[in-house]
């Protein structure tokens, strides 16, 4: 199974794209999306992030790339310890506003809206000019009354049958997101554990020596070496972010999984 790294996803993906409020501002990425994006990379082990360009990232002084990593490392912890980051990843809850139920409702309302129009004109069946043309404007009125009422009332029995279905749904998925809730509470911790020792054993075999050369077609950079060409994308980025940012956030993983290990 592809290891997924959380911390190589964030720190790595954009380094120091994703610290604080002040860094945030800086790449115009919203800290909403931030965290959402923590919580897919979380679910799902990929990550695709609003990209910080490569200039605006070697742009900061090499000596301020490990404490912009440092920053970057505390928005990542206090993130993923919210006990709503759970909820982002449980991002699936039922839709609790019955949208047939409403429509429902509102033809009803024109329903009884049309009996009491009709049951007007049932008066008016008194000015025919016969007492025979009186019943058969009676008559026909009625019919249409009784059958607009048929109409409406088995729509009143869909409703709330289908409302009484859509409840028992929403009550069994609560249900069950609450047991998914607690199970990933429960592996939280070993998570971030793996996650973590994954993106240092990857950061840790960065070649920050390797050569490119230009792609065929000249339009990009590729490696020289062809089994770093292959390499995931994960990889790539920790090289093109470079060696202060990488071991920055190597050393700040590193002191999170002791940590986290020990309980601290």
């Excluded at 070697?58 to 404490?67: D, F, I, M, S, T």
């Excluded at 404007?137 to 059958?147: G, H, K, N, P």
């Excluded at 973590?196 to 390797?210: I, Q």
């Excluded at 950079?221 to 390499?231: D, L, R, T």
Aim: charge should be neutral.
């Amino acid at each position: 199974m592809k290891p997924t790294y959380l911390f190589l996803l964030i720190a790595a993906s954009l380094l120091i794209g994703w610290q604080g409020t002040d860094v945030l501002k800086r790449f115009s990425i919203d800290r909403e999306d931030a965290r959402r994006a923590l919580a897919s990379a979380y679910k799902t082990g990929y990550l695709s992030p609003p990209n910080a360009a490569d200039e605006l990232l070697k742009a900061v002084p090499e000596g301020e790339r490990a404490a912009v990593v440092q920053a970057l490392g505390k928005f990542v912890r206090s993130a993923v310890n919210e006990p709503a980051f759970l909820d982002l990843i449980l991002d699936d809850a039922p839709d609790e506003e019955n949208d047939r139920g409403k429509w429902a409702h509102e033809i009803v309302a024109d329903y009884d809206a049309d009996i009491v129009r009709m049951k007007e004109n049932l008066k008016n069946c008194a000015e025919s000019p016969t007492p025979e043309d009186k019943k058969r404007c009676e008559d026909a009125t009625r019919e249409v009354i009784q059958s607009i009422e048929q109409m409406r009332d088995k729509l009143k029995s869909d409703s709330a049958n289908h409302n009484r279905q859509v409840r028992d749904q929403i009550l069994e998925i609560r249900t069950m997101r609450k047991e998914q809730r607690q199970e990933l509470a429960n592996a939280h911790r070993p998570k971030l554990i793996e996650r973590l020792e994954g993106f240092v054993t990857m950061a840790k075999s960065v070649d920050f020596a390797a050569q490119l050369t230009p792609c065929r077609g000249g339009r990009k950079q590729c490696f020289v070496n062809p089994a770093y060409e292959s390499k995931n994308a994960d990889w790539k980025r920790c090289y093109r972010a470079g060696r202060a940012y990488t071991t920055a956030a190597i050393a700040y993983a590193e002191q999170w999984l002791v940590e986290l290990k020990t309980g601290r």
